[in-house]
C-alpha cells in the first residue's frame, strides 16, 4: 500500500462506502477486488487509534452500538442493607438491560446527565 496517510485514510473511507452500497462486508468487497483485507483493516486501526473513528464505524459489529466513554456518567457505588434496596425508591431501567436502584432520589442534575449520557 502506498501514498500518504491521509490518502490511505481516504481510500479506505471509499473503499468501505463501496462496499456498503453493494451492501457487502469490507472483507467480502476486498476479496471480489483482489485487495489485502489486511492492510485496509489497518488502515483503520490506526484511524480509530487516532479518535478519526469509532470501531464500529467501519461496519464491525464487535462491541455493539456502545458508546464512547465520554458519555458515561460518574457513579458512586455504596452498600446497602438487602432492606433498603428493596424499597428503593428510585429505579430507573434501560431497555438494554441494565438497572440502577438509588436508596433516595437522586438529584435532577444528575437524573438529567445521566439521561443526556444515554442518549449519546
Known amino acids: 500500500m502506498s501514498g500518504t496517510v491521509a490518502e490511505r485514510e481516504a ?3 471509499e473503499h468501505l462506502q463501496r462496499a456498503k452500497a ?11 477486488n483482489e485487495l489485502q483485507v ?10 480509530v487509534q487516532k479518535g478519526l473513528m469509532t470501531r464500529t464505524q ?8 456502545r458508546p464512547p466513554a465520554a458519555a458515561f456518567v460518574p457513579v ?4 446497602a442493607p438487602p432492606a ?12 438494554s ?5 438509588c436508596a433516595s432520589l437522586p438529584a435532577a ?4 446527565a445521566l439521561v443526556s449520557g444515554v442518549q449519546r
Do not use: D, F
Open 109 to 112: 442534575s444528575w437524573l438529567n
Open 11 to 13: 481510500a479506505y473511507l
Open 84 to 95: 433498603a434496596a428493596a424499597a428503593a425508591p428510585c429505579l430507573i431501567r434501560h431497555p
Open 76 to 79: 458512586r457505588l455504596t452498600t
Open 97 to 101: 438491560g441494565w438497572m440502577i436502584e
Open 58 to 65: 467501519g461496519g464491525g459489529r464487535r462491541n455493539g452500538s
Open 22 to 32: 453493494l451492501g457487502i462486508s469490507l472483507s467480502e468487497y476486498c476479496r471480489r
Open 38 to 47: 489486511k492492510e485496509w483493516y489497518q488502515v483503520r486501526r490506526h484511524m
